[in-house]
Nanobody, 115 residues
Framework: VQLQAYGGGLVQAGGSLRLSCVAS????????MGWYRQAPGKQRELIAT???????NYADSIEDRFTISRDNAKKSVHLQMNNLKPEDTAVYYC??????????WGQGTLVTVSS
């Protein structure tokens, strides 16, 4: 099982980034996919989830600036991040969880937002 995340980088405040995560070795349709982030010195935070049917949920902290989407055929999940703020700086992790509460994690991708 592997979740390969990419797309992080350095961006100025107000800019945009799109994170992607590609899964292999799992029946992707059985997993709710999501993105977490962990800022320096803080706990890992769940910020967005998307079920195989396309139902999405977001943390209040992202204030409608982020959009999660998935392509079940390509076993991929994406996070479009707009109007980025310095407080969005964190390592972002792709996550998949099934009905048995089995979690799989990507390796993390660093997003740095400069002011």
């Amino acid at each position: 099982v592997q979740l390969q995340a990419y797309g992080g980088g350095l961006v100025q405040a107000g800019g945009s980034l799109r994170l992607s995560c590609v899964a292999s070795g799992i029946n992707f349709n059985l997993y709710r996919m999501g993105w977490y982030r962990q800022a320096p010195g803080k706990q890992r935070e769940l910020i967005a989830t998307c079920t195989s049917g396309g139902t999405t949920n977001y943390a209040d902290s992202i204030e409608d600036r982020f959009t999660i989407s998935r392509d079940n055929a390509k076993k991929s999940v994406h996070l479009q991040m707009n109007n980025l703020k310095p407080e969005d700086t964190a390592v972002y992790y792709c996550n998949g969880v099934n009905h048995s509460r089995t979690h799989f994690w990507g390796q993390g991708t660093l997003v740095t937002v400069s002011s």
